[in-house]
């Protein structure tokens, strides 16, 4: 097992890494407290895959376990079904002592920690994420949301787990798409704060796309090493954090345009990152080799995906209604080398229209 902590006072947690670690979630959870309810939010595909595994890890009777199921998709992020597992929550006399545990990738994830952060006022929740994507982002952090119909994660808290579970094993399940999906995410780091992580990337990229574990081991502690270290420098996104968004408020808003489930998030954000490193050398921001070089590693990972072809009016008026807007100004996340970023929030609209019309 590998293991580090987010130092966040008293709601720092741990994340443990590994191969296999599912079966030792009952002991890990026995260290922090006796829950007096837990409840299981994980989707139908995962639960056949990993729940049985995962509930005999637990060791506790079915009289303190329940499955709070939500169907597998983006697109039932939402707070129909956050209400649902509420209700359930209600009709199992859940209390402030009760837990719950999501098993699953971000969706899972989001929704049930959202839940966990208002069911009376706040109770303690386990990640479990069965995603890349999940695993490198996601699940460490804090921030729990469902999305509103025309915003992605409007409706949200911050949240922090009393753990994090990473048992890599779960990849080997993945499907292509959801596993190049984590990827976007992986890079994300290599470009906002890590130049010599971004080459281990790109030196690897093959036994990456082999989903080789000793490599992916190490993407995952790194990546969450770099997440971590910037969330306790600012953990609800009043300064720094900010840096994390890199390619997501494009990205959120080919979400939005295209209708939830349509793109997997990573898709998205694979195709945030591109666009966020064209337009930050069309600003001269970002010099012609290094934006080859993140180019390139989006090909050799298979991320660099056809964007969609939406009306650029229509794209930004979406953009305008992100969370990250501030007093009006959209702010964009913008890589000025491999390593760095600059936060902008002075760049004409017209600007940002004119190059969504054409941005290749």
């Known amino acids: 097992m590998d293991r580090l902590k ?8 741990e994340i443990v890494i590994g191969s296999g670690v599912l079966k ?21 595909t995962v639960n056949d895959l990993y729940g049985e595994q995962l509930r005999a890890g637990l060791g506790v009777d079915d009289k303190h376990l329940i499955l709070g199921m939500i169907p597998d998709g983006e697109e039932y992020k939402t707070m129909e079904h956050a209400l649902r597992l509420i209700d359930l929550a209600v009709e199992h006399h859940f209390d402030r002592s009760s837990l719950i545990i999501t098993l699953g990738g971000g969706v899972i994830g ?23 994507l999940a695993m490198v982002d996601s699940s460490v952090g804090g921030k729990v949301a469902v999305n509103h119909p025309r915003a992605k994660n409007m409706i949200g808290a911050f949240h922090q787990p ?7 094993a779960t990849l080997k399940t993945l499907s292509s798409r959801d596993y190049r999906s984590g990827l976007a995410e992986t890079v994300k780091y290599g470009i ?62 080919i979400e939005t345009c295209c209708g ?6 990573g898709e998205a954000v694979a195709m945030g990152i591109v666009l966020a490193a064209r337009l930050a050398h069309r600003l001269n921001l970002l010099d012609t080799a290094e934006k080859e070089r993140i180019l390139a590693l989006m090909d050799a990972l ?18 305008s209604q992100d969370k990250k807007v501030r007093h009006g100004r959209l702010r964009l996340v913008l890589p000025t080398a491999i390593g760095q970023v600059v936060i902008r ?12 019309s054409r941005p290749d």
């Open 24 to 44: 030792d979630l009952g002991v890990l959870l026995r260290s922090l407290g006796q829950a007096s309810r837990i409840m299981l939010v994980t989707n139908p």
């Open 162 to 168: 009393r753990l994090v579970l990473i048992d890599t």
């Open 345 to 356: 929030d002075d760049i004409d609209p017209a600007l940002i229209e004119e190059f969504l």
């Open 6 to 13: 987010v130092d966040l006072g008293a709601r720092s947690y």
């Open 260 to 265: 939830y489930g349509t793109y997997r998030h």
């Open 302 to 319: 298979g991320l660099n995906l056809p964007i969609p072809n939406l009306p650029p009016q229509k794209w930004l008026n979406v953009m």
């Open 110 to 132: 989001d929704l049930g920690g959202f839940v966990a952060a208002i069911y009376q006022r706040g109770i303690d929740f386990v990640q479990v994420p069965t995603t890349l």
């Open 192 to 253: 906002i704060a890590d130049r010599d992580f971004f080459s281990f990337l790109q030196e690897n990229a093959e036994l990456i796309n082999r989903r080789d574990e000793t490599v992916l081991q190490h993407a995952i502690r790194r990546s969450c090493e770099i997440k971590a270290a910037i969330v306790e420098d600012d953990e609800r996104e009043s300064g720094v954090r900010a840096i994390l968004n890199l390619g997501h408020t494009f990205g959120h808003a």
